[in-house]
């Protein structure tokens, strides 16, 4: 792989947790590599800096916070005792490490548009692609990442309602958006951390950083992720998306780049996705490991002079942050509301009803700071009993385990409403 020669044991500056340690070798290796280098390019909140202007920080930087946490999260268990070999410890920060590789372009928006395949899958078929390029060395990381290691705690640490993946977003997305209410006591939520019987939990002590850090999380999410105007814009790249997709199948010749315009020609599945292609054609997956947010907003801005009114007025209200009002409702807006906007944007842009659907944008948005279904976040007790969080805690939290869901529909603000 890399230069042997080469001093691997670096220390980045990170704005959000101080210098990070790159303790080994193979990560560094890791970090070195294409498939990790594409997450420079790919901001971790999507088009979320149109409402908060900071937010630009990355995929790359995340999963560093994240490799750095876990490290610390690790010594804090080696130090109250439970025997984690550096194998492990290397292979766990391995996993956390590569956990967001397979985020497409602005996040989650391509994976719901123009792939049939989640970036969890795309992940482990990177991760895997990787273990092949580092000759089975990831062989353990994969298996924490999968959940198949016998010490399950491990994987919590990458996946869990408790992972060090929440808890870097949180701090580093309240610390590029200025969102103070993201600020929890990460130091303290990981000395606090223990195992008991396989399972990650916190130690009493901890209750209350835990608390702070689901409430967090749900004023997080309405104030930062879902936030109205985040929503808007999000959904109308969707649906720039969707048009370019469709216009390309009636045999429109848009302008792409050529590994982002193959995704817009076909509809690939997971199983495409696992096709190693041949000598002389590069798989699905190494194309798609190509892709970054600069083809799409370079299309985006070239797609603004196509003959198609629907994308060029689309793309130019997205380049121009002329984004459409959107109302966030508790019940479904009425089938005559939506008929009346319906009619107004076809005698307000010339167009079809069809091609007007585009300028109306209806859904739902859903939160949840802490799943049922999920493991729970157990609180370890001197006794040595353990209690989930709900029943150990002295407040009612029950409002963050309702999953609260509110419906919104977006249209041009010129519109009568």
Known sequence: MANNKINKKKIINDPVFGFINIQSERVF????????????????????????????????????????????????????????????????TIAILLHDIGHGPFSHVLENTLLNVSHEEVSLLLMEQLNSQFNGELDLAISIFKNQYKKKYLHQLVASQLDMDRLDYLRRDSFFTGVTEGMVGIDRIIKMLNVWNDSLVVDAKGIYSIEKFLIARRLMYWQVYLHKAVVSAEFMLVNILKRAKQLISEGVDLFAPTNFKIFLENSFTVDDFRDTGTANQ????????????????????????????VLSVLCERLIERKLFRIELKEKELSKKRKDNLLGQIQSKFGISETEALYFLIEGDVTNSAYSNESEDIKILFKSGKTKDIKHASDINLSALTKTVRKFFLCFPKELDF
């Not at 997956?285 to 600069?294: G, Q």
């Not at 797609?303 to 009114?309: F, V």
């Open 29 to 92: 290796d890791l970090i070195e590599h294409p498939y990790f280098q594409r997450l420079r390019r790919i901001k971790q909140l999507g088009l979320s800096c149109m409402v908060f202007p900071g937010a630009n920080h990355t995929r790359f930087e995340h999963a560093l916070g994240a490799s750095h946490l876990m490290r610390q999260a690790i010594s804090v268990l080696q130090n109250k005792g439970h025997k984690i070999a550096e194998e492990e410890a290397e292979a766990t």
């Open 282 to 309: 590069e798989s699905i997956l190494e194309k798609f490991a190509l892709l970054d947010d600069n083809d799409i907003l370079t299309s985006i801005k070239e797609w603004q002079n196509c003959p198609d009114k």
